[in-house]
T-cell receptor
Framework: SQQGEEDPQALSIQEGENATMNCSYK?????LQWYRQNSGRGLVHLIL?????REKHSGRLRVTLDTSKKSSSLLITASRAADTASYFC????????????FGQGTRLTINP | KAGVTQTPRYLIKTRGQQVTLSCSPI?????VSWYQQTPGQGLQFLFE???????NKGNFPGRFSGRQFSNSRSEMNVSTLELGDSALYLC????????????FGPGTRLTVL
């Protein structure tokens, strides 16, 4: 079963607007990673945030992590048509098997 | 550095057959993980190899197996294919085991008829 729950499942916005996606998880983590996937292709790593970090930026991406609420958010600012993709959060648990556990993803559509 | 490569990219098999998928990690990466992606179950962890040893295994039947070679290249094998094995199989590599970013390959699209 998936540990992560992503919200919303689908998001459609106009180009230039900001897009926010949320992820919740269940267990203690070492880090949380966000990935992008274009239509049935491989996953592209976007950003990794460690459990002792609260916020991280990379270009137009901003990720926050709240370990007390076991949640994270990904903000994409000034969206572009090329940002249309599915976005997944994945947690790397601090105990047990060292594997990534993925959420179901958010399907983001940027309308020109 | 070259990224993670997977071969073949597309594969069509029939029920009962077996299949072998190959993954070459990023140079210097010693850990290789395999994931299955389906519309119904999403992305699920299959197994991880490090230094030719299986370190972790997901909740999949014994028909799914893998191995890693001394050059860190990995193969996964699925025997006695079932229709439900149709999926995108993704390979990921990272330098070590815990806490590192995993870098994914383009995947192998397996269709079982």
């Amino acid at each position: 079963s998936q540990q992560g729950e992503e919200d919303p499942q689908a998001l459609s916005i106009q180009e230039g607007e900001n897009a926010t996606m949320n992820c919740s998880y269940k267990t203690s983590i070492n880090n949380l990673q966000w990935y992008r996937q274009n239509s049935g292709r491989g996953l592209v790593h976007l950003i990794l945030i460690r459990s002792n970090e609260r916020e991280k930026h990379s270009g137009r991406l901003r990720v926050t992590l709240d370990t007390s609420k076991k949640s994270s958010s990904l903000l994409i600012t000034a969206s572009r048509a090329a940002d249309t993709a599915s976005y997944f959060c994945a947690t790397d648990a601090s105990h047990g098997a060292q594997k990534l556990v993925f959420g179901q993803g958010t399907r983001l559509t940027i309308n020109p | 550095k070259a990224g993670v490569t997977q071969t073949p990219r597309y594969l069509i098999k029939t029920r009962g057959q077996q299949v072998t998928l190959s993954c070459s990690p990023i140079s210097g990466h010693r850990s290789v993980s395999w994931y299955q992606q389906t519309p119904g179950q999403g992305l699920q962890f299959l197994f991880e190899y490090f230094s030719e040893t299986q370190r972790n295994k997901g909740n999949f039947p014994g028909r799914f197996s893998g191995r890693q070679f001394s050059n860190s290249r990995s193969e996964m094998n699925v025997s006695t294919l079932e229709l439900g094995d149709s999926a995108l199989y993704l390979c990921a590599s990272r330098p070590g085991l815990a806490g590192d970013t995993q870098y994914f390959g383009p995947g192998t699209r397996l269709t079982v008829l």
